[in-house]
C-alpha cells in the first residue's frame, strides 16, 4: 500500500508545484534515506511547507514537537518563527536525536530548536506552556495521551497539528484481528477528537492525513 492517500502521480504533480525545500533540507532528506531506518516517517516537502506555513500564520512564541525523528519538520518550522519564536522537539531514540542534532546545528538554528531526549509525556510534564502550536508525529499508540497532554496547555489561539491520522487508508478499512495496535490506535484517536466537544478539528488528506485542532 502506498504511503499517501492519494494517487502518487498526483502526489508527484503537487511536490513539483510546491516551492523547492531549502538546500540544508535536501541534504537532510537524503542522508535520513541513506542511513536512518524507517525513512518513510520523513516528513518531506509538501508537509514541511504545510508546517513552515502554518507557523508562518500562526507566529508562535512556543512550538513544541513531538517526534523528531531526523529533525526536517522541526527545521521547516524553524524557518518561519517569528523573533523570539522556538521549537522544543520530543525524541526518545539517541541515535535520532543526535542526527537530528547535528543537522540542526549545521543549519544555523542551534539557539532557536532545543530536542528534550526521553520519554515525551515526561518532558511535556516538566513544560508550563502555553503552547502556540504542536505538532504530533511520533508513536501512535501515544497519540491520545500526547493530545490530552498537551491540550489544558494549548494557548488561547494555539494549534495542535496531528500527523498520519489517515495511516496510508487503513484507518477506513473494515476492522479485523489483523489491525495492528498503531491502526486500532489511530481509529480510536480520530474517533475520540471528531467527538470532542472542546475542540474544533479539520482532517486534511495531505500525504498521510493531517488533522488541524483549535478551541472554539
Not at 72 to 95: F, H, K, N, V
Request: glycine share 8%; with cysteine; aromatic share 8%.
Amino acid at each position: 500500500m502506498s504511503a499517501f492517500v492519494v494517487p502518487e502521480a498526483i502526489e508527484a504533480y503537487a511536490a513539483a508545484h510546491t516551492t523547492a525545500p531549502a538546500p540544508f533540507l535536501a541534504q537532510l532528506a537524503a542522508e535520513t534515506r541513506e542511513t536512518l531506518d524507517s525513512p518513510q516517517m520523513l516528513t518531506g516537502e509538501i508537509e514541511g511547507r504545510l508546517l513552515e506555513f502554518l507557523v508562518f500564520l500562526a507566529q508562535p512564541q512556543l512550538v513544541l514537537e513531538i517526534g523528531t525523528y531526523s529533525g526536517y519538520s522541526a527545521l521547516s518550522m524553524a524557518q518561519a518563527l517569528p523573533a523570539g519564536g522556538r521549537i522544543i522537539t520530543c525524541e526518545l531514540d539517541p541515535e535520532r536525536a543526535a542526527f537530528a542534532g547535528r543537522h540542526i546545528g549545521q543549519a544555523g538554528y542551534g539557539e532557536r530548536i532545543e530536542i528534550r531526549q526521553g520519554p515525551a509525556l515526561e518532558t511535556i510534564a516538566g513544560l508550563e506552556g502555553p503552547f502556540d502550536l504542536v505538532f504530533i508525529d511520533a508513536d501512535k499508540e501515544g497519540y491520545h495521551d500526547y493530545y490530552e497532554a498537551v491540550l489544558p496547555k494549548l494557548s488561547a489561539r494555539g494549534v495542535i497539528v496531528v500527523d498520519n491520522v489517515l495511516w496510508s487508508g487503513r484507518v477506513v478499512e473494515p476492522a479485523s484481528d489483523e489491525d495492528t495496535e498503531s491502526t486500532r490506535a489511530l481509529r480510536a484517536f480520530n474517533d475520540h477528537v471528531a467527538a470532542d466537544e472542546r475542540v474544533i478539528s479539520v482532517m486534511l488528506s495531505v500525504r498521510d492525513g493531517v488533522t488541524l485542532v483549535r478551541r472554539p
